[in-house]
């Protein structure tokens, strides 16, 4: 049911990391208008809700949050592509790991104070 009745917390999140794809990808060169258009079609969604000072304070942490995980997932690929092993290196990948399960926590936490915040009621997405 959260893909049909989908909240003022989750247009927030996926609204951050589209603008994350589109400031990648355009930087990259890469086709972004898809990015683009499904922006512009959340921000229209969003334009017809009573939103707050609250709400944006959330949806900029919700945004540090994304482009922390999205830096946290760079730098695990990296480790991945090293053909040499190692404790250290080893390490660096449980450390990684659970950065990345802190920072998505810290995402869902966010996505759901802003689901409440704007009197949207669905539950935790994550058990």
Do not use: P
């Amino acid at each position: 049911m959260r893909l049909i009745n989908y909240g003022c917390g989750e247009i927030t999140d996926r609204l951050s990391i589209l603008s994350l794809k589109i400031l990648h990808g355009a930087e990259a060169g890469k086709e972004i208008g898809h990015f683009e258009q499904e922006r512009n079609a959340l921000l229209t969604k969003l334009a017809g809700r009573t939103l707050n000072g609250s709400w944006f304070e959330q949806a900029l942490a919700l945004g540090a949050v994304n482009a922390a995980l999205w830096q946290a997932e760079d730098d695990l690929r990296g480790w991945r592509a090293q053909s040499t092993g190692g404790v250290a290196i080893a390490q660096a990948i449980v450390d990684l790991a659970c950065r990345i399960q802190a920072l998505n926590d810290r995402r869902a936490d966010l996505i759901g104070q802003i689901n409440a915040r704007t009197g949207e009621k669905q539950g935790a997405e994550k058990l």
